[in-house]
């Protein structure tokens, strides 16, 4: 079974600093594909940020040069440093992993946290 535990998330004002960790099953880890998504009130849930197991980034353009996404495979945890936060920014942000091969082939999801930032 897959587990993704994440944590970090919190109240904070415009221009503010979060940083939100996410703990993943160790028997997927290192392969995976790990990800951030975000879901604010009344929209689709949307990517933030993705990286790869050997390192590589990617991240939607509303978030380029605020948020940096990392990954230590030693202790299985992703984190997501979120900078210069906007009111914008505020939604349940969820942890993603993309596990390309069995027995727990497919996407996982932790159960999300919540980032407020207020004006």
Request: proline share 3%; net charge positive.
């Amino acid at each position: 079974q897959v587990q993704l535990v994440e944590s970090g998330g919190g109240l904070v004002q415009t221009g503010g600093s979060l940083r939100l960790s996410c703990v993943a099953s160790g028997t997927i880890f290192s392969s995976a594909t790990m990800g951030w998504y975000r879901q604010a009130p009344g929209k689709q849930r949307e990517l933030v940020a993705t990286i790869t197991g050997g390192g590589s980034s990617n991240y939607a353009d509303s978030v380029k040069g605020r948020f940096t996404i990392s990954r230590d495979n030693a202790k299985n945890t992703v984190s997501l440093q979120m900078n210069s936060l906007k009111p914008e920014d505020t939604a349940v942000y969820y942890c993603n992993a993309e596990v390309k091969s069995k027995p727990f082939l497919g996407a996982h999801w932790g159960q999300g946290t919540q980032v407020t930032v207020s004006s």
